[in-house]
Nanobody, 117 residues
Framework: QVQLVESGGGLVQAGGSLRLSCAAS????????MGWYRQAPGKQRELVAYIRRFRLPTYAESVKGRFTISGMNANNTVYLQMNSLKPEDTAIYYCYARQTGVTRLSWGQGTQVTVSS
């Protein structure tokens, strides 16, 4: 199965930026799409962004214009560039990958993002 390793979380002030990385163990051609969910305390898990190879990415309304997902087409690593961060972006961010021909998603271990006011 695809193994995913996440990195890039941390503590930043409101208005700052972070770049999350998610590295997959398999070649890019075996993965249909990759993306990020986030889980904040007391809130339902939210799909933040995802991207399919050679397709335009899709974003949650809450992050449009601020977050950018990229990297899938070039290698086995996907990135989530998060700009203009807000305290409400505070959550654990989990990357996922959907392997070709496999219904069940592969998941990263999660990385904490904390945005202070």
């Amino acid at each position: 199965q695809v193994q995913l390793v996440e990195s890039g979380g941390g503590l930043v002030q409101a208005g700052g930026s972070l770049r999350l990385s998610c590295a997959a163990s398999r070649i890019i051609f075996s993965i249909d799409d990759m993306g990020w969910y986030r889980q904040a305390p007391g809130k339902q898990r939210e799909l933040v962004a995802y991207i399919r190879r050679f397709r335009l990415p899709t974003y949650a309304e809450s992050v449009k214009g601020r977050f950018t997902i990229s990297g899938m087409n070039a290698n086995n690593t996907v990135y989530l560039q998060m700009n203009s961060l807000k305290p409400e972006d505070t959550a654990i961010y989990y990357c996922y990958a959907r392997q070709t021909g496999v219904t069940r998603l592969s998941w990263g271990q999660g990385t904490q993002v904390t945005v202070s006011s």
